[in-house]
T-cell receptor, first 111, second 115 residues
Framework: GNSVTQMEGPVTLSEEAFLTINCTYT??????LFWYVQYPGEGLQLLLK?????DKGSNKGFEATYRKETTSFHLEKGSVQVSDSAVYFC??????????FGAGTTVTVRA | EPEVTQTPSHQVTQMGQEVILRCVPI?????FYWYRQILGQKVEFLVS????????KSEIFDDQFSVERPDGSNFTLKIRSTKLEDSAMYFC?????????????FGDGTRLSIL
């Protein structure tokens, strides 16, 4: 079946540190890949996406590259801020429009 | 930017009662979804709805659940005879047609607490 495996958290960082959240997937076809973010007390917001191999999604200083050879879509940010504290979800969509989410990674950034 | 709106933001219900969660999808979207997130767990797909009928549903979406689009704007999730384990955050989402690369847009969720 289709599934997403995310790096387990929680992750605690200092401001301006480098953030990586690993995400790998299993899919029977060629999925679109997404990162969603959930800030405290809020709903899910799309952070970035990539629809085919070697695509790079980017937004708000975050980046992720769709790696078909390693079935990965790792999220990175070079210099995090306190406002980046949130839960990050990796997700895939095989075109059925049913999103499969990873377990989520809680990130806390300290000043 | 258009948004998906959900009401209420928090619903407290006695076990065994029926509850209806409401959503107003983005107006030109064709697909509608419900997801559930039990506290501390992953977001799980419940059901998708297209052209006034269920398109797909998960194992979670049993006879206790139903969805409806009663008018041109609202999309509702009804849970009959609620159980303690139905306590969760319920997210509505909407998206364009199945062959679009555009992502689903999520509402802020309804937190359902069953007592």
């Amino acid at each position: 079946g289709n599934s997403v495996t995310q790096m387990e958290g929680p992750v605690t960082l200092s401001e301006e540190a480098f953030l990586t959240i690993n995400c790998t997937y299993t899919a029977t076809g060629y999925p679109s890949l997404f990162w969603y973010v959930q800030y405290p007390g809020e709903g899910l917001q799309l952070l970035l996406k990539a629809t085919k191999a070697d695509d790079k999604g980017s937004n708000k200083g975050f980046e992720a590259t769709y790696r078909k050879e390693t079935t990965s879509f790792h999220l990175e940010k070079g210099s995090v801020q306190v406002s980046d504290s949130a839960v990050y979800f990796c997700a895939l969509d095989l075109g059925s429009r049913q999103l499969s989410f990873g377990a989520g990674t809680t990130v806390t950034v300290r000043a | 930017e258009p948004e998906v709106t959900q009401t209420p933001s928090h619903q407290v219900t006695q076990m065994g009662q029926e509850v209806i969660l409401r959503c107003v999808p983005i107006s030109n979207h064709l697909y509608f979804y419900w997801y559930r997130q039990i506290l501390g767990q992953k977001v799980e797909f419940l059901v998708s709805f297209y052209n006034n009928e269920i398109s797909e549903k998960s194992e979670i979406f049993d006879d206790q659940f139903s969805v409806e689009r009663p008018d041109g704007s609202n999309f509702t999730l009804k849970i009959r005879s609620t159980k303690l384990e139905d306590s969760a955050m319920y997210f509505c989402a909407s998206g364009p047609g199945p062959y679009s690369n555009q992502p689903q847009h999520f509402g802020d969720g309804t937190r359902l607490s069953i007592l």
